[in-house]
């Protein structure tokens, strides 16, 4: 059985992962008045405030002194990736609606991250591929296809 803590911090995902479903609504709905891209830059305006404010209340979290050069230029990635995210959902949630747009990313999230884990690339922990885990993204896949039924 998992512990408080572990159980805890599950219970700390599963918040996140419904916080994503609002944020994802309330980013299409943004995205119909200011257009995708205008959208995304209004967000990260507001992102950025948020994250000064956080740094100035806990400046321990934050070490600029210690970010990577030019030459692990690929550590920046994520924040390209996230304007990809962004721009991805904004556009999709319309046509497609909340629930199967984030089905994709949830499926997309899930099978990466057994490759990335399988390999242990990106200096994650190696973690084989099981049949448990095959199952478990096989399970994930039937999920999604029920949902956008």
Request: proline share 3%.
């Amino acid at each position: 059985m998992a512990s408080s803590s572990t159980l805890g911090l599950l219970g700390l995902g599963v918040l996140a992962g419904a916080l994503i479903t609002v944020q994802t609504v309330l980013n299409a709905s943004l995205g119909d008045r200011a257009g995708v891209l205008g959208s995304v830059l209004a967000l990260t305006i507001v992102s950025l405030v948020v994250l000064i404010v956080a740094i100035l209340v806990f400046p321990n979290s934050a070490n600029f002194h210690e970010l990577p050069g030019p030459s692990q230029w690929y550590l920046y990635l994520g924040g390209a990736f996230g304007v990809i995210i962004l721009v991805s959902s904004i556009f999709l949630v319309p046509k497609i609606g909340a629930a199967e747009t984030l089905t994709a990313i949830v499926v997309g999230q899930l099978t990466l991250a057994v490759v990335v884990d399988h390999y242990g690339l990106l200096s994650v922990p190696r973690v084989e591929v099981s049949l448990l885990r095959v199952a478990g993204i096989a399970l994930v896949a039937v999920g999604a296809y029920l949902v956008v039924r």
